[in-house]
């Protein structure tokens, strides 16, 4: 009975921390895309926005950028530009579960419906989505970016998971800061 017990409690021990690790991943991931994506924006194109969003209290920013095929786009197989937003986004019609993901569509669609966009979704089951931007000229972090000749210096994306304690923060520097 002792060693089912210690087998069985290893087994839900590995469990566990692969689902942790797996979690972790994603997060990484998204990391390394936004620090690729951002900082080979080039100034003075407008190529970055942000707005914040609040429902029901909370938090539901959007961040976006232009680019052509590539890394920012999640396809090296695409012609022309594109506006790609990150964003919050419901799992499904029926749940309330909030997913994280890429909304992907031509720069020039004029079109009224969506039906040139595509969505990619990167971490599922995400409660809040807050982006603040570093603006130097203010030293101080805003929750909207519309300078479009500028890039802000930092760029701070915080995710709340509604299964996790605490919110998973990544900062990516778009800019030398001085010391």
């Known amino acids: ?20 690790d797996a979690v972790e991943a994603r997060y990484n991931g998204l990391r390394e895309l936004l620090t690729q994506q951002l900082q080979s924006l080039p100034p003075g194109t407008g190529a970055l926005t942000g707005e914040p969003l609040k429902i029901e209290g909370h938090d539901r920013d959007d961040l976006s950028w232009v680019c052509p095929a590539g890394p920012g786009l999640l396809t090296r197989y695409a012609t022309g530009d594109f506006q790609v937003s ?3 986004r419901p799992h ?8 994280l993901g890429l909304l992907r569509k031509p720069k020039d669609d004029t ?22 931007f570093f603006d130097s000229r203010l030293n101080t972090w805003v929750q909207r970016w519309t300078d479009t000749v500028t890039l802000p210096r930092l760029v701070k994306v915080v995710i709340g998971r509604n299964d996790a304690i605490a919110p998973k923060e990544i900062t990516v520097p778009l800019a030398r800061m001085p010391l």
Do not use: P
């Open 92 to 99: 499904d019609a029926k749940s309330r579960q909030l997913d």
């Open 86 to 88: 990150l964003r919050l």
């Open 1 to 20: 009975m002792a060693i089912y017990r210690f087998v069985q409690a290893n087994v839900t021990a590995m469990r566990v921390s692969s689902e942790a």
């Open 111 to 132: 079109a009224v419906s969506n039906e040139h966009e595509t969505w990619v979704r990167l971490i599922d089951n995400v409660g809040t989505l807050q982006i603040r």
